[in-house]
Nanobody, 124 residues
Framework: QVQLVESGGGLVQAGGSLRLSCAAS????????MGWFRQAPGKEREFVVY????????YYADSVKGRFTISRDNAKNTVDLQMNSLKPEDTAVYYC?????????????????WGKGTLVTVSS
C-alpha cells in the first residue's frame, strides 16, 4: 500500500507559476512509476505527466508540454510538478498517482494508488 499526499495547490493568475509536491509513504518509492493527473470541473480525470522509477524518462500530455516539468527525489520519497505559464484551462484538481509497473500508460484505470488531490485555480 502506498499513501500519497499532494500539496502546493492554490490560486494564481494566468501566466504565473505553481509547484506541486507529492509525498509518498512507502520506503520502496523508487520502484514506482509516478504520475500526475488532473480533473477539471465537469470533466473526466486526464493524464498530465509521468516519470519513470529512476527519473530518467518522462512523458507529458501535449497540453502541458514545454510548460510543466516533473521531477522526483527518491531519497525523500517525493515527486514534484513545476507548472509555469499557467492558463485558465489548467484549472483543476491535480492528483498524484503511483504505478507498480514500469510500462508506460496514460490510462487512469491502470494506476494503482492515488492521492486525494490538490486544487489549482488559474484566474484570467
Amino acid at each position: 500500500q502506498v499513501q500519497l499526499v499532494e500539496s502546493g495547490g492554490g490560486l494564481v493568475q494566468a501566466g504565473g507559476s505553481l509547484r506541486l509536491s507529492c509525498a509518498a509513504s512507502r520506503r520502496t518509492f523508487s520502484s514506482y512509476t509516478m504520475g500526475w493527473f488532473r480533473q477539471a470541473p465537469g470533466k473526466e480525470r486526464e493524464f498530465v505527466v509521468y516519470i519513470s522509477q529512476g527519473g530518467g524518462s518522462t512523458y507529458y500530455a501535449d497540453s502541458v508540454k514545454g510548460r510543466f516539468t516533473i521531477s522526483r527525489d527518491n531519497a525523500k520519497n517525493t515527486v514534484d510538478l513545476q507548472m509555469n505559464s499557467l492558463k485558465p484551462e489548467d484549472t483543476a484538481v491535480y492528483y498524484c498517482a503511483a504505478r507498480s509497473s514500469s510500462s508506460i500508460t496514460t490510462m487512469r484505470g491502470l494506476w494503482d494508488y492515488w492521492g486525494k488531490g490538490t486544487l489549482v485555480t488559474v484566474s484570467s
